[in-house]
């Protein structure tokens, strides 16, 4: 691709970090858990300070399927208001990443807005392939419906679930499933990159297969480790998110796309689901954006920052 396409204050930025984002994609696809352990520890050895105003804790919940204890990562401003509830599910192509990676942006929003923000930190690939993950996030929005007000003294029928690219895709299904179930606690979902199906076959994944931070060979691998090889390929209700027939009962939706992201198209291809269904859409693809661009300063951050406080709780 022609990288001068790249917003030049965000290239500017990328190239100024001292560290990098890539992936090494041998160990990404034949040892992933080195992978996740090498973000974690990154995370760890560089942590964000925590703002004065914004308590955080950790609640643990019993899946419904093992019983296991999912960790939800709560960030809950002193001033909160009781309708800013938002459910989070952080991004890492499904195999790696934790709420942490993200303090930042989390303590910003519970700041800024005076919200209660709880971070799931569903279960990964592929030691847990689909649909846990997913199951992971729907208990979590099942806990907050049942004890949001007693435990944390939010209204649970005002939720915004929000999620970046594999969370995003998660985000989503996990609208779906509380559609399915006749749920309607869901007020919004905002959608940052998200993925949306495995098909790896519109232009832009097509185009950038050689861009930094996230291309078609990362999105491949990514997908094999979710659903494993013997589903892969397949369309199935909650991993491809057009594989739906319930578009219509769907909550508002905000759709963030990134010009020069192999996602591109599929976002727009859900957006396109979302407007013929009748739901309240809104979609912006942002000029000379990359995937993650929104982890480096730059002017485009800066807008979008205001666009996301503006629209979260609207």
Known sequence: MDFNRIDKDLKQSIESISYSLEIDETLFSDAPEIVQQERRAFVKENPFKKHDRIIVKDIF?????DNFDIRLHIYQSENFE?????????????????????????????????????SVDYRLAPQYRFPVPIL?????????????????GVNPDRITVYGASAGGHLAAAVAQMAADHDI??????????????HKLNTSSMDEFTD???WNKNYARTAWLHFLGEDNNGKSIRYSD???YDNFSKLPKTTIVACELDPLRDEDIEYAQYLYKAGVKTELWVIPGALHVFDLFESPLRDDYKNFLMDRLFK
């Open 61 to 65: 919940v019993p899946s419904s399927q």
């Open 82 to 118: 009781r309708d800013k509830v938002l459910l989070y599910f952080h991004g890492g192509g499904y195999v790696f990443g934790l709420p942490e990676q993200v303090d930042d942006q989390m303590f910003e929003i519970a700041d800024k807005m005076n919200a209660t923000i709880i």
């Open 136 to 152: 992971d996030g729907f208990d979590a929005l099942k806990w907050l419906i049942d004890n949001g007000d007693t435990q944390l």
């Open 184 to 197: 309607q606690n869901i007020q919004h979902q905002f959608l940052l990159y998200p993925v949306v199906h």
């Open 211 to 213: 861009i930094p931070l």
């Open 241 to 243: 998110l057009t594989c």
